[in-house]
């Protein structure tokens, strides 16, 4: 089926440690997205890669970096897990580059940081 | 700098029509999308309206005023699946989407 997967689903991480959050998608779309989302607070863009070798600062980067090795794969890195970025976590996909394309998001990742 | 103002939450009752306002102001502006969100859940994508005007799809209108910078999501025929955060998301001149906090839309039998 085609679409975004997300990985792990949910995990509860101490703080310090490094922690991947994968995101695949199988629809050839260039750009691909990284948000936050906490309560009370809309989406909140953290990295984004307008095609696959490129990549981009959003409004919320500190404490996380991306890479885009190929178009399909897109992970997000916390180099050391801080409590503040206990979050709901999205990525989505959408087919161009810096275009008025819809984005298509993943199922999300819930992490908390203790 | 970008705002966007949506009501924090409304309720309604099945079979009835509601409207959700949003309001915004961007650096710019590429149209602005209305996403759904239930609880739990990923966005899922609503409408698009870059033009002025009403654009009707089913149960659900969108619609926008530039000039007012002002959009509204109408959903008819309210049905208990429509329990939902609805999302406003004005997109910038570099092509990124602006996130409403979310309108929660409670609806009652």
């Known amino acids: 089926i085609a679409g975004i997967t997300q990985a792990p689903t949910s995990q509860i991480l101490a703080a310090g440690r490094r922690m991947t959050l994968r995101c695949t998608q199988d629809m050839r779309h260039n750009a691909m997205y990284w948000y936050r989302q906490d309560l009370g607070l809309g989406l909140r863009l953290i990295h984004y890669?307008?095609?696959?070798?490129?990549?981009g600062k959003g409004e919320v980067p500190d404490g996380y970096s991306v890479s885009r090795a190929n178009t399909d794969d897109f992970p997000l890195t916390l180099a050391s897990a801080v409590p503040s970025q206990t979050s709901v976590y999205f990525c989505?996909?959408?087919?161009?580059?810096?275009?008025?394309?819809?984005?298509?998001f993943g199922p999300g990742t819930r992490l908390t940081v203790l | 700098g970008q705002n966007i103002d949506q009501p924090t939450e409304m309720t309604a009752t099945e079979g009835a029509i509601v409207q959700i306002n949003c309001t915004y102001q961007t650096s710019g502006f590429n149209g602005l999308f209305w996403y759904q969100q239930h609880a739990g859940e990923a966005p899922t994508f609503l409408s698009y309206?870059?033009l002025d005007g009403l654009e009707e799809k089913g149960r659900f209108s969108s619609f926008l005023s530039r000039s007012k910078g002002y959009s509204y999501l109408l959903l008819k025929e309210l049905q208990m699946k429509d329990s939902a955060s609805y999302l406003c998301?004005?997109?910038?001149?570099?092509?990124?989407?602006?996130w409403g906090a979310g309108t929660k839309l409670i609806i009652k039998p």
């Open positions: 309206n870059v």
């Open positions: 998301a004005p997109m910038d001149s570099n092509y990124q989407l602006i």
């Open positions: 890669s307008n095609t696959a070798g490129t990549t």
């Open positions: 989505a996909s959408s087919p161009g580059q810096r275009s008025t394309d819809t984005q298509y």
